[in-house]
């Protein structure tokens, strides 16, 4: 965990005062909507369908027990008792009150939490791998470089007023669990030849209108350029990125258009004459941030307790250890996720209650430690794999253990039109359909993993260019109708999927995915083949086929 | 449009200029870039102080041979939401050394003083007297910076190495 100093605390102080006083302003008139806006938006407040809605950093994914109390205290306090988690590390609370805000803020402060550029056209919350700092194999912990960064570009004096949002994602992992290619940068963090520690730097990813994998600008920027890097390509975005069109103004469509290879000129030439301006970090200055994340003292536990072997003559536990329980790299320990897709729930969402009893849980079992992941589910990051047993009950009791994680029925979906002004579709419910066709695990389990992502608008909060299937809402003659693409992927190996045909209306959706995992079961050639990669070997036509000829 | 310099509401010296008027013999003169940069030297040798008002999405390269002789650069923010004078104005300060006059104009909205400050600007054109009057307040209300910029403010990181130094040599 990284302990909030005085300085930093002082900080987000700062910000609620000032943004206290800009709803002041707001509320007597004084400022007009259009000039709030954009200060608002600064700090994750937007006008949505019903209400104010309100989105919170949890930056690379990290919380702490006292945190997550605080998140359910506020969903209590000022929302209607539930939080949303979303794809991008932070929670959403649909049914503020603007005048209540800065309290809400107040009191997420007190716990080193904010709302800072959540949103707005500046550089957003840094994410990163969920498994940060856990996972066994890592280059090194990436929220040391997460931390960096948060730190330079919260209230950066000369990036808040960007042409658009800017999102930076940071992994440390051979598998990228922060899906850094669809980012506007990218970072990976690796060593070179002389086992130094740097970045390969990517630049240019993003879903939305125009989706794009992003691309290499540089193999290796060595840790301590990292933020005269960033900040050189930043410069060189704020320069020219394009403002005449918001649809056209991420620094994607930039790079496309000059092509990475003059853009790359750009950033160098912009980099050398950056010369030092106070941006090299050197050692200790990582090591001050290093210095301030703790670690638990963990135990020295046997690989194998006997509670485990104990636990495994019970076929329901097995299942879900088998689904949610990952390696750690401390041998006796565990990574548990914990799944917010139970059968029939709107995927992300967790009330004040299941928040507190996470919490309670956390302490008792994770060093009072909690995840936030992509995927918009939850995880402890060390649990001792003697208390697997006793945790899966109480997570069952809370209707936390759903078995299903990354199975068809973890599906991540945006709010789309319950929610959200900007939606052609909805989204939740179809994911709700899609989790009851699903819900028996055996046939789950036989299918094995599988993606499923919604977003109601081409806007794409749902991933849906990357999910293995992506469904994307559009509305037709004021009907809602969907697209479906598939072999998407938000890895590694990241890839847009491909549209399959014509859009389906809404009533059809749920049977032309089931018709699409029927045909995948028919053709893969193994059960270990996984569907994206069917779909890899076939390409789409079998599937159009059989999703078309019958209809 | 008040004028905000050192926190105060200042009279304006400088006039503004259109494009086809007549140039005064001397007194400060503001100008527009195209029209400074048709014959600069000829400009630069009238009497009285030269300011030039520069577009966001021109290159300021193309200034930097005037700049030690420049009493005033104003820079353009069309719209608050549009900051690429941000960038430019940090170019000017810190690359190029610039150190007469910069100058906000356009749109701006109080609370963006604060990063405009630090990105080098210490003359405002704002739009209310409101704005201005609140311009020491608004200054004031932040203490802690994360960034280093040509400001000379001292950064969070910094502050706690300092304080990290002061300790262990107190040992
Ligand atoms: C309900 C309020 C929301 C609104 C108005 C909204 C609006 C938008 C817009 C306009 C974009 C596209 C921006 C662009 O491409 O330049 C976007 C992108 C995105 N939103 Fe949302 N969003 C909302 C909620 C959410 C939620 C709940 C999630 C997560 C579940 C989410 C995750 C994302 C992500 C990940 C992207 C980036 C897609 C990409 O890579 O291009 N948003 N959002
Ligand atoms: S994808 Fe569209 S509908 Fe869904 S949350 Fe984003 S903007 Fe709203």
């Known amino acids: 965990m990284y302990a909030y100093d005085e300085l930093d605390r002082t900080l987000i102080n700062e910000r609620v005062s000032e943004f206290r006083d800009q709803v002041k302003r707001r509320l007597s008139g004084e400022l007009t909507e259009d000039e709030f806006k954009i200060l608002r938006l600064q700090n994750g407040v937007y006008l949505q369908l019903h209400a104010y809605m309100f989105r919170v950093a949890i930056p690379y994914g990290t919380l702490s027990s006292m945190q997550l109390r605080r998140l359910a205290h506020v969903a209590r306090r000022y929302d209607r008792g539930y939080g949303h988690f979303t794809t991008r590390q932070n929670i959403q609370y649909n049914w503020i009150k603007l005048a209540e805000l800065p309290d809400a803020l107040a009191e997420l402060a007190e716990v080193g939490i904010h709302a800072m550029q959540t949103s707005g056209n500046n550089m957003r919350n840094v994410t990163s791998d969920q498994w940060a700092g856990v996972a066994p194999g890592e280059v090194e912990d990436p929220r040391i470089w997460s931390e960096i960064l948060r730190q330079h570009t919260t209230l950066h004096p000369e990036f808040s007023f960007l042409p658009r949002k800017f999102k930076i994602a940071i992994t440390a992992s051979e598998h990228d669990r922060a899906a850094i290619k669809i980012h506007d940068i990218g970072l990976r963090l690796h060593k070179n030849a002389d086992g130094e520690t740097g970045f390969e730097v990517l630049v240019g990813g993003g879903l939305g209108r125009t989706p794009f994998i992003a691309k290499t600008i540089k193999p290796f920027v060595h840790g301590r350029d990292i933020l005269s890097y960033v900040e050189a390509i930043l410069r060189v975005y704020n320069q020219y990125g394009r403002r005449d069109n918001i649809y056209k103004a991420r620094i994607k469509i930039l790079v496309h258009e000059l092509g990475i290879e003059k853009f790359a000129r750009e950033v160098e030439e912009e980099w050398k004459l950056m010369g030092d301006v106070g941006l090299t970090l050197d050692h200790s200055a990582i090591e001050e941030v290093r210095s301030r994340f703790s670690y638990p003292a963990y135990e020295k536990l046997p690989h194998m307790p006997d509670e485990l072997k104990q636990a495994a003559a019970d076929p329901l536990f097995e299942r879900w250890r088998k689904n949610s329980v990952a390696p750690h790299k401390v041998q006796g320990y565990s990574i548990v996720t914990l799944s917010l897709k139970p059968v029939g729930g709107p995927p992300g969402d967790a009330t004040a209650d299941q928040m507190d009893a996470v919490a309670d849980l956390a302490d008792k079992y994770s060093f009072g430690e909690i995840r936030v992941g992509h995927e918009q589910n939850l995880a402890l990051p060390h649990v001792a794999k003697r208390d697997l047993p006793q945790l899966w009950r109480a997570l069952d009791r809370l209707g936390l253990a759903t078995p299903n994680v990354n199975l068809v029925t973890d599906i991540i979906a945006c709010p789309g039109l319950d929610y959200c002004s900007l939606a052609n579709a909805r989204s939740i419910p179809i994911a709700q359909e899609l989790t009851r066709r699903f819900a028996n695990h055996d046939t789950a389990d036989m299918i094995g993993r599988l993606h499923i992502n919604i977003s109601g608008c081409i806007n794409a909060c749902g991933h849906h260019h990357v999910g293995h299937i992506g469904i994307l809402g559009v509305e037709k003659n004021g009907e809602e109708f969907y697209q479906i693409t598939i072999g998407g992927r938000a890895d590694e190996n990241a890839q847009m999927g491909v549209l399959i045909g014509p859009a389906v209306p809404y009533a059809e959706v749920a049977d032309v995915i089931e018709d699409i995992v029927e045909a995948y079961l028919a053709l893969r050639d193994r059960p270990e083949e996984l569907f994206v990669d069917t779909v890899k070997r076939l390409g789409v036509e079998p599937f159009k086929e059989r999703v078309y000829a019958t209809r | ?171």
């Open chain 2, 1 to 171: 449009m008040p004028l905000v310099k050192q926190g105060r509401i200042t009279t304006d010296l400088f006039v503004h200029v259109a494009d086809g008027a007549e140039l005064p013999g001397d007194g400060a003169i503001l100008i527009s870039a195209a029209r400074f940069l048709e014959d600069p030297e000829a400009i630069l040798k009238r009497a009285g102080k030269t300011g030039v008002i520069w577009p966001n999405s021109r290159a300021v390269d193309d200034l930097v041979p005037y700049l030690d002789r420049l009493a005033a650069v104003a820079l353009v923010f069309p719209t608050f939401r549009d900051g690429r004078a941000y960038s430019q104005a940090r170019l000017l300060r810190e690359r190029h050394g610039y150190e007469g006059e910069l100058r906000a104009t356009g749109q701006i909205l109080r609370d963006q003083f604060v990063f405009m400050s630090r990105a080098g600007f210490d003359a405002f054109e704002v739009k209310k007297d409101a704005d201005a009057d609140a311009f020491a307040e608004t200054m004031k209300r932040y203490s802690v910076f994360y960034q280093p910029t040509g400001d000379g403010r001292v950064t969070a990181l910094n502050r706690r190495m300092q304080l990290r130094h002061s300790e262990s040599a107190g040992q």
